[in-house]
């Protein structure tokens, strides 16, 4: 079964930058798209961003788009996001999560949680000053 734990989350100043891990046991992320979500007090879950298995092949959303860069060593079975320029409107639990093998060539960011079976349990990422 496979399985996905977050880290890298905790407390920075507006404009400062994060890097979140999400490491993958139990099985391979290899044909897997893997995305990013987040969820702020009192708001619903949101794709962040998304990647694809092979090709470099990924997307964000335009709240993020310029500042949030997700990638992933299939090597070492993890996916990265790292943060810059972070504000305020950031802070948020994000959760990583993966699909069923499929190697897909391109993925949504929007409206797309059913398509990932696997979460991890979030890591808390707070901006403040």
């Known amino acids: 079964q496979l399985q996905l734990v977050e880290s890298g989350g905790g407390l920075v100043q507006p404009g400062g930058s994060l890097r979140l891990s999400c490491a993958a046991s139990?099985?391979?992320?290899?044909?897997?798209?893997v995305g990013w979500f987040r969820q702020a007090p009192g708001k619903e879950r949101e794709g962040v961003s998304c990647?694809?298995?092979?090709?470099?092949?990924?997307n964000s959303a335009d709240a993020v788009k310029g500042r949030f860069t997700i990638s992933r060593d299939n090597v070492k079975n993890t996916v990265y996001l790292q943060m810059n320029s972070l504000t305020h409107e950031d802070t948020a639990v994000y959760y990583c999560a993966a699909t069923e093998i499929q190697y897909l060539t391109f993925c949504p960011v929007e409206g797309t949680e059913k398509r990932y079976p696997y979460w991890g349990q979030g890591t808390q990422v707070t901006v403040s000053s």
């Open positions: 990647i694809v298995y092979a090709g470099g092949g990924a």
């Open positions: 139990g099985d391979t992320l290899r044909g897997r798209t």
